[in-house]
């Protein structure tokens, strides 16, 4: 029986690869969050959520939102590269002459001094993308080494184009994108949906509940 079994299944798995497929498309909103300050996809399943003081990470597929830690309003939020929550405490200062520092970051109990009023928009285990923090200030990028405290100036970031599929129902404002297949839409009134696409074997649903059938014999 147990050779029957193995068998079916690599028969299944041989004629699934030669089957026609079908987008399947899942658009669905993300209760009880509304104007986030962060969004975050943390890997291809979970995005991290940042709104006021608490910090969510909600599940995709099984779309379950958990609350998973707190910051302060001074407090940019990133992922480290196990994908765990990491904290920049912020503050800027009023500065007199040139000698003084504007800005002080502090990661992982490391305090970082800078000279330009900056302000965090990119954090791993391994480096701040920072720009400068007022409006009236010529924008500027700047990348900083966590280790060394190492800043330098660099480009803006270049933005990948991507070509998002967005309901009419929905009033887009912006997008977070993890690829074209997966990526978080914002509305004008601050809600969440969730975009995802996968390709699925046209038939195979009924394949699956016919050999499903055979296994219980």
Avoid at 60 to 69: C, M, S, T
Avoid at 75 to 84: A, N, P, R
Avoid at 141 to 164: A, H, V, W
Wanted: net charge negative; with cysteine; glycine share 4%.
């Amino acid at each position: 029986m147990e050779k029957i079994t193995v068998f079916i299944i690599l028969i299944t798995r041989y004629l699934i690869s030669f089957l026609p497929t079908q987008e399947v498309v899942t658009v669905h909103m993300i209760g009880n969050i509304s104007n986030p300050q962060q969004v975050v996809w943390r890997n291809s399943r979970e995005i991290m959520v940042v709104q006021n003081e608490d910090i969510f990470f909600y599940d995709v597929y099984n779309r379950k939102l958990e609350n998973v830690g707190r910051r302060l309003n001074n407090q940019f939020v990133g992922l480290d590269t196990s994908g765990e929550i990491l904290l920049c405490d912020i503050e800027h200062f009023i500065i007199n002459s040139y000698d003084e520092f504007s800005t002080k970051f502090t990661v992982l109990d490391k305090d970082m001094y800078f000279f330009e009023t900056i302000r965090p928009i990119y954090l791993n285990g391994e480096k701040i993308v920072a720009v400068t923090a007022m409006d009236f200030l010529e924008e500027k990028y700047f990348e900083i080494d966590i280790s060394s405290g190492d800043m330098k100036s660099i480009s803006k970031p270049k933005r990948t184009e991507y070509e998002l599929r967005v309901p009419k129902s929905i009033n887009f404002k912006k997008a977070y994108i993890l690829d074209e297949r997966r990526y978080v839409i914002e509305d004008v009134y601050g809600n969440l949906y969730v975009y995802t696409m996968k390709n699925l074997p046209r038939t195979i649903f009924f394949i699956t509940e016919y050999f499903h059938f055979k296994l219980r014999i």
